[in-house]
């Protein structure tokens, strides 16, 4: 990937000798600078899009001052800067902080060929290109999920001499974390948004210069340094996502979340994932999490669909290794894993389930929540 024209346009705009720009991927993969207009905001840097994953994307105004304020916190969260490897699209904010990272540190990426895409291979391959003894990379829990899944020598050297491996833009589960941390990884989890200028709470603890509160209805809200300006060209969803209180500004999450007495940070799920059926509210994230201790299950998610009897009933795409099978030795259909389900779950177990081979991604790592959704509608048929 040819991320040179991207660093020269990045590194323009942070010295205000050029426009904001907007990254996204060609049709060869390598990254498509676009300059942008941002009337009304000043030192516009980047103008990054939301992942989409829950409407429609929001254009993500992100300034000098913020991406400044989030280098240097992260570089003094992760003790120190160093080289990096780009392993995350361009268009997406973790990306683009890659090669913000980057220039502010003085150091050059590498970039991994994702033209094939994720691979073990191309990311060794990239990973045995870095030449700085101090190395860092962003990943989302799927693929480290899949370097760790059957990893050879070399993936577990090159993973190994990164000094932090920044994991965030979905939860990961306890048994991944597990997983990397026997395996000698220094893995640190992110939670944050394009909003935020990506990952601002690490491990838990927001970064130096950002707050973390809660409203009373238990809604995650940021504030510092690191917020971004708010949405070009939408005025009424700036004002709807940030506010301004007590003197500070803070970008209201639709994350749940739980402060323990040291300031630690647990994300408890989506605002929206409490789903009412037969007047009954079952938290999606609870279910999901109870689905992926099933044998076989290797990720699952959980959503309400339309239903004429229940309002809305519980559904479940699930991700199943190709060993999950039934006593017959064929792969267990839909029906099987909701009636396993509802024996151990009652009340809280899917009504429909629709197994794949995976789930379906979005290309920033996240869950494709409406596309999922629609395809368990389409199933469930309203039932």
């Known amino acids: 990937m040819n991320i040179e024209p991207a660093l020269k346009a990045l590194a323009a705009a942070l010295h205000g000798e050029g426009p904001a720009v907007e990254l996204s991927a060609g049709p060869d993969g390598d990254p498509v600078v676009t300059p942008v207009r941002t009337l009304g905001f000043e030192d516009a840097v980047a103008v990054v899009r939301t992942s989409g994953s829950t409407g429609t994307p929001k254009a993500t105004v992100l300034t000098v001052d913020a991406l400044a304020a989030s280098s240097m916190a992260t570089a003094f969260a992760l003790k120190g800067e160093g080289q990096w490897l780009l392993a995350l699209p361009l268009q997406y904010v973790a ?151 007590d003197g500070s500004r803070w970008y209201r999450t639709n994350d749940l979340g739980t402060l323990d007495a040291d300031g630690r940070l647990t994300v408890l799920g989506r605002a929206d994932d409490v789903i009412i059926t037969g007047g009954v509210k079952v938290s999606a994230a609870h279910v999901q999490a109870e689905l992926e201790k099933s044998d076989g299950v290797t990720a699952a998610f959980v959503a309400g669909v339309e239903s004429a009897k229940w309002g809305q009933a519980v559904a479940a795409y699930v991700a199943v290794a190709r060993s999950a099978s039934g006593a017959d030795g064929a792969a267990r259909d839909g029906a099987a894993w909701a009636e396993e389900w509802h024996r151990t779950l009652g009340l809280l177990a899917p009504k429909t389930v629709l197994p794949a081979g995976q789930l379906i991604m979005l290309p920033n790592g996240k869950p494709d929540r409406l596309a999922m959704i629609e395809r368990l509608n389409a199933l469930h048929q309203g039932k």
């Open 95 to 245: 990306g683009v902080q890659v090669l913000v990272r980057s220039l502010f540190a003085g150091t050059r990426p590498w970039a991994m060929d994702l033209s094939g895409g994720f691979t073990s291979e191309a990311f060794t391959a990239a990973a045995l290109e870095l030449t700085d003894n101090i190395r860092f990379t962003s990943l989302v829990p799927t693929q480290l999920q899949r370097l760790l899944a059957d990893p050879s020598a070399d993936t577990l050297a090159v993973l190994r001499r990164f000094n932090g491996i920044l994991l965030g833009g979905a939860p990961a589960s306890a048994e991944l974390l597990t997983s990397a941390r026997d395996a000698g990884l220094r893995v640190v989890t992110t939670y944050g948004a394009a909003e935020t200028c990506g990952g601002c709470v690490y491990d838990g603890y927001p970064l130096e210069g950002v707050s973390v509160r809660l409203s009373e209805d238990g809604r995650i809200h940021l504030g510092g340094a690191t917020l971004a300006a708010g949405y070009l060209d939408a005025p009424r969803q700036t004002a709807e996502s940030f506010i301004e209180e």
